[in-house]
Nanobody, 123 residues
Framework: QVQLVESGGGLVQAGDSLRLSCAAS????????MGWFRQAPGKEREFAAAINRSGGSTDYADSVKGRFTISRDNAKNTVYLQMNSLKPEDTAVYYC????????????????WGQGTQVTVSS
């Protein structure tokens, strides 16, 4: 069982940056691939970024590529999402997800989900 707690969301202006964190419980964090998804009002939850167990491989949605960076610190059981050059269309609830040995851009690749953190970008 893995519990995930996101933090770092907030209200920012277009062009600003935010860093989201996701703290995971348990001693087996390094066995889990991690992902960030987001869900805007009235829309489906969509993939944003993924990182494999070691942190050596990453993947991004086209909409965030070049602006967002996913990273992880296995010693701290934490995954991060650095978001730069934020746009109003990035406004969403951001969810952290964990999947055993996963490296996936689809929701079905993940077994555990956090409660989400709200990111609002004003124009």
């Amino acid at each position: 069982q893995v519990q995930l707690v996101e933090s770092g969301g907030g209200l920012v202006q277009a062009g600003d940056s935010l860093r989201l964190s996701c703290a995971a419980s348990g001693r087996t964090f390094s066995l889990y691939g991690m992902g960030w998804f987001r869900q805007a009002p009235g829309k489906e939850r969509e993939f944003a970024a993924a990182i494999n167990r070691s942190g050596g491989s990453t993947d991004y949605a086209d909409s965030v590529k070049g602006r967002f960076t996913i990273s992880r610190d296995n010693a701290k059981n934490t995954v991060y999402l650095q978001m730069n050059s934020l746009k109003p269309e990035d406004t969403a609830v951001y969810y952290c997800a964990a999947g055993l040995r996963a490296f996936s851009s689809t929701r079905r690749g993940y077994d555990y989900w956090g409660q989400g953190t709200q990111v609002t970008v004003s124009s």
